[in-house]
C-alpha cells in the first residue's frame, strides 16, 4: 500500500520560508515521478511543482524562482524548500505521485499572514 505523509507546514509572516517534506512508503521510490499540488480555499487543486525519476523539475509559473523541488532517494522524501513567500501562497500542499493509480497524501496546511 503506497503512502505519502507531508511534514513542514505552518503559519509564516511575508517574506518568509518553509520546506516541506514527504516522505513515501510502499513504492520503490527511486523510480517515480513526485509532485507537489495545493489547494487554495474556493480554488481548484493546482500544480505547484514536479520532479521526475531522473532529476528533471517543472514548476508553476506563479512559484517560479522562489520555490525549489527535490528529492532524496535514499530517503525515500521529496521536499519543496519555499522562499519569499507570499499571501497567495497561502493553500493546503499535498504530495502526489502515480503508482498504477494516482496517491495523495493527507496535506500540510501553509499560511502566509503578518
Known amino acids: 500500500q503506497v503512502q505519502l505523509v507531508e511534514s513542514g507546514g505552518g503559519l509564516v509572516q511575508p517574506g518568509g520560508s518553509l520546506r516541506l517534506s514527504c516522505v513515501a512508503s510502499?513504492?520503490?521510490?527511486?523510480?517515480?515521478?513526485m509532485s507537489w499540488y495545493r489547494q487554495a480555499p474556493g480554488k481548484e487543486r493546482e500544480l505547484v511543482a514536479m520532479?521526475?525519476?531522473?532529476?528533471?523539475?517543472n514548476y508553476a509559473d506563479s512559484v517560479k524562482g522562489r520555490f525549489t523541488i527535490s528529492r532524496d532517494n535514499a530517503k525515500n522524501e521529496v521536499y519543496l524548500q519555499m522562499n519569499s513567500l507570499k499571501p497567495e501562497d497561502t493553500a493546503v500542499y499535498y504530495c502526489r505521485t502515480l503508482f498504477m493509480v494516482v496517491y495523495w497524501g493527507q496535506g500540510t496546511q501553509v499560511t502566509v499572514s503578518s
Open positions: 510502499g513504492l520503490t521510490f527511486s523510480r517515480y515521478r
Open positions: 520532479i521526475t525519476s531522473g532529476g528533471n523539475t
